[in-house]
């Protein structure tokens, strides 16, 4: 596969803009705002969640609720912040009542993450829950089973952890996501990233 091939006439100027005008689902007709993504561009590490929510969906900006002050939270675990990542979703609007993306919505805008993920080239991708990972990792991805585990995804190092806001509902899943963290951090290591 090769889902992350740069295009050279791509800029982040004409992403954005693009992106902004999209209304290839029901989605663009409610959202408030875009939510593009947000961190370094030029990042060795990409965060990819599944949907903005309502905070996100208000203010424009991925993870800025109480999901994105527990992953901001977690970076620092870690040693990193936001600028040193990238971090975007699978969908740019906000899910009505903040429900799954739809398979036909994540088919809809799924070309905006992978232009995303080519301008950036990150040397590590992290999704952020089943669903990032069922759409980049394998479509039977068992958050519960394979969180913390390894795969190649078009030639990145990729691992799926619990999404923020799981951990906010089911806090018992904590001491396992740090560990995942420390496995991450490991592997940014190991990778002279």
Known sequence: MDFFKE????TWEKLRADCGRCMNCQLGRTR????????NEQADVMFVGEGPGEQEDLQGEPFVGPAGKLLDTMLELIDLDRSQVYIANIVKCRPPRNRDPLPDEQSACIGW??????????KILVFLGRIAAQVFIKP?????????????????R?????????????PSKRPETFVDLKTLQREIKDLHV
């Open 158 to 170: 990729a691992m799926a952890m619990y999404h923020p806001s799981a951990l906010l509902r089911d």
């Open 32 to 39: 408030h705002n875009l939510v593009f993504g947000v961190g």
């Open 7 to 10: 295009n050279e006439n791509d």
């Open 113 to 122: 993450l992978t232009r995303q993920i080519a301008l950036v080239q990150p």
């Open 140 to 156: 039977d991805f068992r958050i519960t089973r394979e969180h913390g585990q390894w795969f190649d995804v078009d030639g990145r």
